[in-house]
């Protein structure tokens, strides 16, 4: 390497470990806090299928955490999963654009029922973003109870508050102290792996569980414990799907380092610790963590734990959002009000209704379960159902996307279902202690989906037939006799596409008998993929007629961009000869807004139309929504019955 080339080599190490260091700040605050409560919650006497301390248990559990989050986490997430990106972004929504785009293969069934599983495993992931919060913290404000039992009555109302000021500040962004995020987890995964070291060091033995044939053995030979405990093990790989939803911001190499050099090893080193600790002294389930940590040590590791379960939640609430903003964009949900809290990142947004809902059932989760045992049962059934359904995507997208040998599919599909349907079948013993509610909440969720993107096509239809034929009305006002009088400025009206005449413009011209003089008929698509370049985004079509100062312009933007109307119509001016006379600064913006009621129409059940209109009723202010400026928004109204 040449004396010159030695600053940019530098500077790209240098790039590197800040990536790796944003990772573990924003990606592994929920799998890097499951230490805290994993162990704990298998061995806990008041499970209703409860496994003994056993020497043989406690080296079948350990290595049953162990090899799970080796083949789950680092096999199937890490180094496989992390390769189906689409356009850059990761999760499961990706997977279900992926599935939908033309560039796989399979038949349109298929795709629809696996697109359904994927909208479901979304849905499931906003019930993770319900508990994740309220388990997490809860679990390392527990600690006062060992450090101090008296305090054991203020675990719940401290929690309480730690999530109202969490839910209460995001409003504020993370940009300001998401650079702190980084070195907090780096110093947490450092504390667990000292301590975990410090526990195997008493009872160096424990690394034997490091071999499978602990995990098999304890299946075999102890089916009836081993199957219950899967329940409680699938809290260790917690979080691995936020593995895949963060890669855009990212990318793989940051988060396989930060995995495989950091967190993958801590985080055993941990759980083994704990099993060293188990072994030695029974009582220890009550709390093997916080009693693995020195006695000097555990109000500083109760703060540590409580400030990383505050990172997991947020990374799990940032991820509620994008999610939330996906699902707008792709049609499953109406237009919310969503906020951008940093001018760099565009990927750190802000969504009031979404954040005041999951505060609100944030809380009374935490009030009506009151500790992370309880909630560790509903816990699980939110991670084995994602996690299950990814992998049958993510293999359809090998097979018909890649074009890999069906053998090597069935292979992974084996491998990984066998292990993933044990968890589930366990999670399902758990159904009446509390794993209904995240199948609830997911239920829930995706018949809100669905309805709404039923109800918008139907919608959709009965619109087209109010609106007419944009080329034909076109053609009507450019041969009018008397023409149309024209008034002087610029009027921009938003409609869903070319086909069809914007309700507001009709209407201005059937009742008011005007029109502006240069009018801009704008229509925006998302498309399935994350970003569109500016080059691509926009169209211009005059509709025929180069004389009569309308203009057609289709925005196209990724499902990850904000629908800025005009930052889209000053690109298209900058991009367009056909705008050069128009004055973007002497503008009136139209919108059409309807009245939707519930009526005798076919399409939908009568309860699914009150569920439509009612989802209708959180629809974001649209002048808000498009970034238009309200001195200049007119709104016209209609009513459709659905």
Not at 68 to 92: C, H, M, P, Q
Not at 235 to 247: F, M, Q, R, V
Not at 318 to 343: C, E, K, W
Not at 585 to 593: G, P, R
Request: hydrophobic fraction near 50%.
């Amino acid at each position: 390497m040449t004396t010159s080339d030695q600053p940019a080599a530098k500077t790209r190490i240098t790039a590197k470990a800040a990536l790796t260091v944003g990772a573990l700040g924003v990606v592994f605050g929920d799998i890097g806090t499951s230490p805290i409560y994993t162990i704990q919650t298998i061995f806990n006497p008041g499970d209703p299928h409860p496994v003994e301390a056993t020497t043989a248990s406690v080296y079948g559990v350990v290595s049953l955490i162990f090899w799970s989050v080796t083949i789950i986490v680092t096999l199937k997430y890490v180094l496989l999963v992390l390769r189906a990106d689409n356009d850059g972004e990761g999760g499961i929504l990706a997977l279900i654009t992926l599935i939908r785009g033309h560039a796989v293969s399979g038949s349109r069934r298929t795709k629809v029922i696996l697109a359904g599983l994927g909208i479901f495993g979304a849905s499931l992931f906003f019930g993770d973003s319900m508990i994740t919060p309220a388990i997490s913290v809860l679990s390392a404000v527990e600690g006062l109870k060992i450090v101090q039992p008296g305090l054991e009555d203020f675990i719940v109302p401290i929690t309480a508050t730690i999530i109202v000021v969490l839910f209460t500040l995001q409003r504020l962004g993370t940009a300001r102290i998401g650079r702190s995020f980084g070195p907090v987890m780096v110093l947490w995964f450092v504390a667990i792996a000292t301590c975990g070291v410090s526990g195997i060091a008493r009872h160096p033995e424990i690394l034997k569980a490091l071999s499978p044939t602990y995990a098999i053995g304890f299946l075999t030979g102890h089916f009836s414990t081993a199957f219950f405990a899967l329940a409680a093990v699938v809290l260790a790989i917690t979080g691995a799907e936020a593995l895949y939803a963060d890669l855009g911001h990212f990318g793989r190499a940051p988060i396989r380092r930060a995995w495989l050099f950091l967190v993958f090893p801590a985080c055993v080193l941990s759980y083994l610790g704990q099993g060293a600790l188990v072994l030695a002294d029974q009582s220890a389930i009550s709390s093997p963590f916080f009693l693995l940590v020195p006695d000097w040590a555990r109000l500083p590791m109760v703060l540590l734990a409580t400030a990383a379960t505050v990172i997991a939640s947020q990374a799990v609430i940032t991820g509620a959002f994008s999610v939330a903003q996906q699902a707008v964009q792709l049609g499953y949900l109406p237009r919310l009000r969503i906020l951008h809290t940093s001018s760099d990142e565009i990927g750190q947004i802000y969504v009031p209704w979404i954040n005041w809902a999951l505060m609100i059932s944030v809380l009374t989760l935490v009030f009506a379960f009151e500790t992370s045992a309880a909630l560790a049962f509903a816990f699980g059934m939110a991670v084995t159902g994602t996690i299950t359904i990814t992998t049958l995507l993510f293999f359809y997208i090998v097979r018909h996307q890649w074009g890999k040998p069906l053998w090597a599919v069935i292979v992974g599909v084996a491998l990984f279902l066998t292990v993933e349907l044990l968890f589930l079948a366990a999670n399902l013993t758990k159904l009446v202690h509390g794993a209904w509610l995240p199948l609830l909440i997911g239920v829930t969720v995706f018949t809100v989906l669905t309805t709404w993107q039923k109800g918008r096509e139907l919608v959709t239809k009965k619109r087209a037939a109010d609106e007419g034929e944009l080329r034909v009305f076109i053609d009507e006002l450019h041969d009018a006799q008397p023409p149309l009088r024209r008034v002087p400025g610029t009027a921009v009206f938003l409609n869903r596409g070319k086909a069809t005449v914007p309700l507001a413009m009709r209407a201005n011209v059937e009742h008011n008998h005007i029109l502006h003089e240069n009018v801009i008929i704008l229509s925006l698509e998302t498309l399935p993929v994350p970003h569109v370049p500016d080059d691509d985004r926009v169209v211009i079509d005059e509709l025929g007629h180069t004389d009569d100062g309308i203009v057609h312009v289709a925005a196209q933007l990724g499902y990850m961009q904000s629908p800025d109307v005009p930052a889209i119509l000053s690109l298209a001016a900058a991009q367009s000869p056909e705008l050069s006379g128009f004055d973007l600064d002497d503008t009136s913006y139209f919108l059409s807004t309807i009245e939707l009621r519930v009526g005798d129409a076919p399409g939908m059940t009568r309860w699914r139309k009150h569920l439509f209109v009612a989802t209708s009723s959180i629809t974001a202010d649209a002048a808000e929504y498009f970034g238009l400026p309200r001195d200049r928004v007119v709104i016209m109204g209609s009513r459709i019955d659905v």
